[in-house]
């Protein structure tokens, strides 16, 4: 699982825990990784770095990604990424990627948002 530390890729973890998964998250500081469970394993590696997580693909039924960033700045983490994270699957012979992103989704500053969990509209950080 690459990009086990967002919002997105967090509930993937837990989902798949909760299914009786056993999950390998890929993650570049494990330590601000709070998630445990006995059938989570922690790695610390950097998806545009594949040798960090290439041994790891090995034997794995597939590889899921929720790659994302915290800004709005033009990037390649997520093609770049992509491309390693398949790499290192080619070389392990894993043949299943499952790949999620809200990064296509433009919001406009003016757009209400509303945060559920908190029960209050979010600001944007324009506003603040």
Known sequence: ??????????QVVIQALEEGHEVTAVVRRPETF?????????????????ATFRQAMRGKDAALSALGVSHRNPTTV???G???IMEAMQAA??????????????????????DAAAGHPLRHTADI
């Open 1 to 10: 699982m690459f990009g086990a530390t967002g919002g997105t890729g967090r």
């Open 78 to 80: 997520y093609s770049t």
């Open 34 to 50: 709070d998630l445990r469970h006995d059938k989570l394993e922690v790695l610390k590696g950097d998806v545009l770095l594949p």
């Open 93 to 114: 012979g894993v043949r299943r990627l499952v790949c999620l992103s809200s990064a296509g989704l433009e919001v406009p500053v003016a757009t209400p948002l509303y």
């Open 82 to 84: 992509t491309v390693k």
